[in-house]
T-cell receptor, first 114, second 112 residues
Framework: DAKTTQPTSMDCAEGRAANLPCNHS???????VYWYRQIHSQGPQYIIH???NNETNEMASLIITEDRKSSTLILPHATLRDTAVYYC???????????????FGSGTQLTVLP | EADIYQTPRYLVIGTGKKITLECSQT?????MYWYQQDPGMELHLIHY???????EKGDLSSESTVSRIRTEHFPLTLESARPSHTSQYLC???????????FGPGTRLTVT
């Protein structure tokens, strides 16, 4: 997997947008960026993934820079229930013979404050 | 909402006992996974399967074993539980062609 770098922790006020950055400067052309989150004591939850274009779904938006060396996950209106550890993952391409698994790392602890 | 189930949710058991953690999914996913996570620590893959009769070990060495006789079922077995096996065990499933994985609620195992 390409190495990713995320801040250890972030705070966000309830109702405001939460912008979670991720650096992945060694990403190659056919590697996707995946985002998951894990609320305390629960299993991780898939959020979104993208290759080069910006992506949006009902949970979040993913903005990938043009050079693809970094991305930002945006939760447009954070709520207290969005408090979780957020993981940015760049796994090996599925076309790769070594592609097998996700490596979760330590992620960013997002705390949404009332 | 993903349909993946794990039982039991909590288990306290004595050293030396044999245990089986159950995981079932109703989504018809080919791929299934077992992860282990200690409190406050990173998630580590211990087993995965790409289909019936296919199982592989993950990055983290584990004394547990798994089987995949049916697509929807991926149980994990510890032949002789030890205190070092105390952890949370998370099961996940996903389709081929994507890294989208759907996780169960986990089993919190305590071996005394």
């Amino acid at each position: 997997d390409a190495k990713t770098t995320q801040p250890t922790s972030m705070d966000c006020a309830e109702g405001r947008a939460a912008n979670l950055p991720c650096n992945h400067s060694t990403i190659s052309g056919n590697e996707y960026v995946y985002w998951y989150r894990q609320i305390h004591s629960q299993g991780p939850q898939y959020i979104i993934h993208g290759l080069k274009n910006n992506e949006t779904n009902e949970m979040a938006s993913l903005i990938i820079t043009e050079d693809r060396k970094s991305s930002t996950l945006i939760l447009p209106h954070a709520t207290l229930r969005d408090t979780a550890v957020y993981y940015c993952i760049v796994p090996l391409p599925l076309s790769s013979g070594s592609a097998r698994q996700l490596t979760f790392g330590s992620g960013t602890q997002l705390t949404v404050l009332p | 909402e993903a349909d993946i189930y794990q039982t039991p949710r909590y288990l306290v058991i004595g050293t030396g006992k044999k245990i089986t953690l159950e995981c079932s999914q109703t989504m018809g996913h080919d791929k299934m996974y077992w992860y282990q996570q200690d409190p406050g620590m990173e998630l580590h893959l211990i087993h995965y399967s790409y289909g019936v009769n296919s199982t592989e070990k993950g990055d983290l060495s584990s004394e547990s074993t798994v089987s995949r006789i049916r697509t929807e079922h991926f149980p994990l077995t510890l032949e002789s539980a030890r205190p070092s096996h105390t952890s949370q065990y998370l099961c996940a499933s996903g389709n081929r062609g994507t890294y989208e994985q759907y996780f169960g609620p986990g089993t919190r195992l305590t071996v005394t």
